[in-house]
Protein backbone atom coordinates (compact mmCIF):
# COMPACT_ATOMS: atom_id res chain seq x y z
CA UNK A 1 0.00 0.00 0.00
CA UNK A 2 1.50 3.59 -1.14
CA UNK A 3 1.90 5.89 1.59
CA UNK A 4 -0.10 8.30 -0.06
CA UNK A 5 -2.91 7.55 -2.50
CA UNK A 6 -4.44 9.79 -5.12
CA UNK A 7 -7.03 8.96 -7.98
CA UNK A 8 -4.74 9.88 -11.10
CA UNK A 9 -8.38 10.96 -12.98
CA UNK A 10 -8.56 12.36 -15.43
CA UNK A 11 -10.99 15.01 -14.95
CA UNK A 12 -12.83 16.78 -16.76
CA UNK A 13 -15.52 19.83 -16.32
CA UNK A 14 -16.61 22.39 -17.83
CA UNK A 15 -15.54 26.12 -17.18
CA UNK A 16 -17.15 27.69 -13.92
CA UNK A 17 -17.56 23.81 -12.06
CA UNK A 18 -16.48 23.23 -9.14
CA UNK A 19 -13.60 20.81 -8.59
CA UNK A 20 -12.94 18.38 -5.81
CA UNK A 21 -8.98 16.76 -5.38
CA UNK A 22 -8.70 14.54 -3.02
CA UNK A 23 -6.09 12.05 -1.04
CA UNK A 24 -6.07 9.51 1.36
CA UNK A 25 -2.56 8.54 3.57
CA UNK A 26 -1.42 6.21 6.01
CA UNK A 27 1.12 7.50 8.21
CA UNK A 28 0.17 8.97 10.91
CA UNK A 29 3.45 11.22 11.34
CA UNK A 30 2.35 13.15 8.16
CA UNK A 31 1.67 16.73 10.05
CA UNK A 32 1.97 18.95 6.70
CA UNK A 33 -0.50 18.82 3.93
CA UNK A 34 -0.10 20.34 0.59
CA UNK A 35 -1.23 21.00 -2.68
CA UNK A 36 0.99 21.45 -5.92
CA UNK A 37 0.16 22.20 -9.50
CA UNK A 38 2.38 20.94 -12.07
CA UNK A 39 1.77 22.11 -15.58
CA UNK A 40 3.55 19.51 -18.20
CA UNK A 41 7.10 19.14 -18.11
CA UNK A 42 7.47 21.66 -14.90
CA UNK A 43 8.29 22.13 -11.36
CA UNK A 44 5.21 21.49 -9.15
CA UNK A 45 4.34 24.69 -7.95
CA UNK A 46 2.68 25.53 -4.38
CA UNK A 47 -0.81 26.17 -4.18
CA UNK A 48 -1.73 25.52 -0.55
CA UNK A 49 -0.49 24.39 2.66
CA UNK A 50 -2.07 23.47 5.55
CA UNK A 51 -0.74 22.77 9.13
CA UNK A 52 -2.31 19.43 10.95
CA UNK A 53 -6.35 19.36 10.70
CA UNK A 54 -8.70 22.20 9.29
CA UNK A 55 -9.47 24.26 6.33
CA UNK A 56 -7.47 27.22 4.83
CA UNK A 57 -9.20 28.87 1.64
CA UNK A 58 -7.20 31.28 -0.45
CA UNK A 59 -9.20 32.72 -3.58
CA UNK A 60 -11.04 29.99 -5.26
CA UNK A 61 -8.84 27.76 -3.73
CA UNK A 62 -10.17 25.92 -0.28
CA UNK A 63 -7.94 22.89 1.39
CA UNK A 64 -9.32 21.16 4.07
CA UNK A 65 -7.47 18.22 6.32
CA UNK A 66 -9.36 15.35 8.06
CA UNK A 67 -6.26 13.81 10.22
CA UNK A 68 -9.16 11.71 12.18
CA UNK A 69 -10.14 10.48 8.55
CA UNK A 70 -6.88 10.61 7.20
CA UNK A 71 -8.40 12.69 4.19
CA UNK A 72 -7.56 15.69 2.45
CA UNK A 73 -9.09 17.75 -0.16
CA UNK A 74 -8.50 20.55 -2.50
CA UNK A 75 -11.93 22.50 -3.86
CA UNK A 76 -11.61 24.76 -6.70
CA UNK A 77 -14.58 27.17 -7.49
CA UNK A 78 -15.45 29.17 -10.78
CA UNK A 79 -12.59 26.49 -12.59
CA UNK A 80 -10.98 28.17 -15.42
CA UNK A 81 -9.50 26.74 -18.55
CA UNK A 82 -6.07 28.10 -16.98
CA UNK A 83 -6.99 25.26 -13.94
CA UNK A 84 -5.87 22.78 -16.33
CA UNK A 85 -2.62 21.24 -14.86
CA UNK A 86 -1.59 18.00 -12.57
CA UNK A 87 -2.53 18.84 -9.04
CA UNK A 88 -0.34 16.72 -6.36
CA UNK A 89 -1.25 16.51 -2.98
CA UNK A 90 2.22 16.30 -0.55
CA UNK A 91 2.71 15.50 2.73
CA UNK A 92 5.85 15.83 5.56
CA UNK A 93 6.23 14.84 8.80
CA UNK A 94 7.70 17.57 11.78
CA UNK A 95 11.21 18.33 12.72
CA UNK A 96 14.70 19.08 10.86
CA UNK A 97 14.84 17.88 7.18
CA UNK A 98 11.06 16.37 7.30
CA UNK A 99 9.93 19.06 6.49
CA UNK A 100 11.27 19.48 3.11
CA UNK A 101 10.80 15.82 2.61
CA UNK A 102 7.85 15.51 0.74
CA UNK A 103 5.38 12.29 0.22
CA UNK A 104 3.66 12.75 -3.09
CA UNK A 105 0.33 10.97 -4.20
CA UNK A 106 0.43 10.56 -7.56
CA UNK A 107 -1.48 13.24 -9.23
CA UNK A 108 -4.65 14.14 -10.68
CA UNK A 109 -4.98 15.39 -14.06
CA UNK A 110 -7.59 18.31 -14.87
CA UNK A 111 -8.79 19.48 -17.93
CA UNK A 112 -11.34 22.21 -17.56
CA UNK A 113 -12.09 22.93 -20.78
CA UNK A 114 -14.74 26.32 -22.27
CA UNK B 1 9.10 33.88 -3.82
CA UNK B 2 12.06 32.70 -3.62
CA UNK B 3 13.84 30.99 -7.13
CA UNK B 4 15.25 27.40 -8.08
CA UNK B 5 16.87 27.66 -10.60
CA UNK B 6 17.89 23.88 -12.39
CA UNK B 7 20.64 23.12 -15.15
CA UNK B 8 20.30 21.91 -17.54
CA UNK B 9 16.66 21.56 -18.51
CA UNK B 10 17.14 19.06 -21.07
CA UNK B 11 19.96 16.64 -21.77
CA UNK B 12 20.39 14.12 -23.69
CA UNK B 13 23.33 11.47 -23.41
CA UNK B 14 24.73 7.90 -24.89
CA UNK B 15 25.01 4.79 -22.91
CA UNK B 16 27.34 4.75 -20.61
CA UNK B 17 28.22 8.23 -19.57
CA UNK B 18 27.74 10.45 -16.78
CA UNK B 19 25.45 13.42 -16.67
CA UNK B 20 25.68 16.35 -14.06
CA UNK B 21 22.51 18.44 -13.67
CA UNK B 22 22.62 21.44 -11.30
CA UNK B 23 20.13 22.75 -8.53
CA UNK B 24 21.30 26.76 -7.37
CA UNK B 25 19.16 28.70 -4.68
CA UNK B 26 19.50 32.15 -6.29
CA UNK B 27 17.99 34.29 -3.58
CA UNK B 28 18.38 32.73 -0.30
CA UNK B 29 20.91 29.93 1.26
CA UNK B 30 19.72 26.43 1.38
CA UNK B 31 21.56 24.31 4.02
CA UNK B 32 19.14 21.36 2.95
CA UNK B 33 18.03 20.69 -1.17
CA UNK B 34 16.17 17.39 -2.12
CA UNK B 35 16.34 16.11 -5.39
CA UNK B 36 13.13 13.78 -6.62
CA UNK B 37 12.92 11.76 -9.63
CA UNK B 38 8.94 11.79 -11.55
CA UNK B 39 8.56 9.06 -14.46
CA UNK B 40 6.35 9.86 -17.03
CA UNK B 41 2.85 10.12 -16.07
CA UNK B 42 4.04 9.21 -12.00
CA UNK B 43 4.29 10.88 -8.90
CA UNK B 44 7.71 12.54 -7.67
CA UNK B 45 9.58 10.19 -5.69
CA UNK B 46 12.22 11.52 -3.42
CA UNK B 47 15.57 10.00 -4.69
CA UNK B 48 17.71 12.01 -1.89
CA UNK B 49 18.08 14.98 0.76
CA UNK B 50 21.52 16.89 0.28
CA UNK B 51 23.01 18.27 3.21
CA UNK B 52 25.04 20.93 2.58
CA UNK B 53 28.64 20.00 3.58
CA UNK B 54 28.08 17.05 4.26
CA UNK B 55 27.23 13.53 2.59
CA UNK B 56 23.87 12.82 1.15
CA UNK B 57 21.47 10.81 2.60
CA UNK B 58 19.48 8.74 0.04
CA UNK B 59 16.25 7.06 -0.05
CA UNK B 60 15.72 3.13 -0.10
CA UNK B 61 16.52 1.69 -3.23
CA UNK B 62 18.41 4.53 -4.43
CA UNK B 63 21.67 3.58 -5.71
CA UNK B 64 24.25 6.26 -3.87
CA UNK B 65 27.30 5.23 -6.35
CA UNK B 66 25.24 5.80 -9.33
CA UNK B 67 23.55 8.82 -8.16
CA UNK B 68 26.34 10.74 -6.95
CA UNK B 69 25.30 14.53 -5.10
CA UNK B 70 27.21 16.82 -3.80
CA UNK B 71 26.27 19.98 -2.27
CA UNK B 72 29.66 22.08 -1.97
CA UNK B 73 27.54 25.62 -0.94
CA UNK B 74 24.87 27.07 0.42
CA UNK B 75 23.37 28.32 -2.87
CA UNK B 76 24.28 24.75 -5.24
CA UNK B 77 23.59 21.09 -5.36
CA UNK B 78 24.51 18.71 -7.73
CA UNK B 79 23.23 15.38 -8.68
CA UNK B 80 25.70 13.53 -11.40
CA UNK B 81 23.85 10.07 -13.19
CA UNK B 82 26.66 8.07 -13.48
CA UNK B 83 27.09 5.26 -16.50
CA UNK B 84 23.80 6.44 -17.21
CA UNK B 85 21.34 3.22 -18.94
CA UNK B 86 18.13 4.36 -20.80
CA UNK B 87 16.09 3.43 -17.96
CA UNK B 88 17.70 6.55 -16.03
CA UNK B 89 15.13 8.75 -18.76
CA UNK B 90 13.29 10.51 -16.36
CA UNK B 91 12.42 13.72 -15.04
CA UNK B 92 14.75 15.35 -12.36
CA UNK B 93 13.52 18.04 -10.12
CA UNK B 94 15.29 19.62 -7.55
CA UNK B 95 13.95 21.61 -4.25
CA UNK B 96 14.96 23.45 -1.50
CA UNK B 97 13.69 24.55 1.67
CA UNK B 98 13.66 28.02 3.52
CA UNK B 99 12.28 27.72 6.72
CA UNK B 100 8.67 25.78 7.03
CA UNK B 101 6.84 23.12 4.73
CA UNK B 102 5.18 25.63 3.06
CA UNK B 103 8.75 27.48 2.35
CA UNK B 104 9.92 24.60 -0.26
CA UNK B 105 10.54 25.90 -3.57
CA UNK B 106 11.15 23.83 -6.83
CA UNK B 107 13.21 24.14 -10.03
CA UNK B 108 11.83 23.87 -12.97
CA UNK B 109 13.19 20.13 -13.84
CA UNK B 110 15.76 18.56 -15.95
CA UNK B 111 14.61 15.74 -18.28
CA UNK B 112 17.41 13.21 -19.36
CA UNK B 113 17.27 10.96 -21.69
CA UNK B 114 19.87 8.27 -22.31
CA UNK B 115 19.99 6.89 -25.78
Known amino acids: QKEVEQDPGPLSVPEGAIVSLNCTYS??????FMWYRQYSRKGPELLMY????GNKEDGRFTAQVDKSSKYISLFIRDSQPSDSATYLCAMSGTGGTSYGKLTFGQGTILTVHP | GAVVSQHPSRVICKSGTSVKIECRSLDFQATTMFWYRQFPKQSLMLMATSNEGSKATYEQGVEKDKFLINHASLTLSTLTVTSAHPEDSSFYICSARVDGPNTIYFGEGSWLTVV
Open chain 1, 50 to 53: TYSS
Open chain 1, 27 to 32: NSAFQY
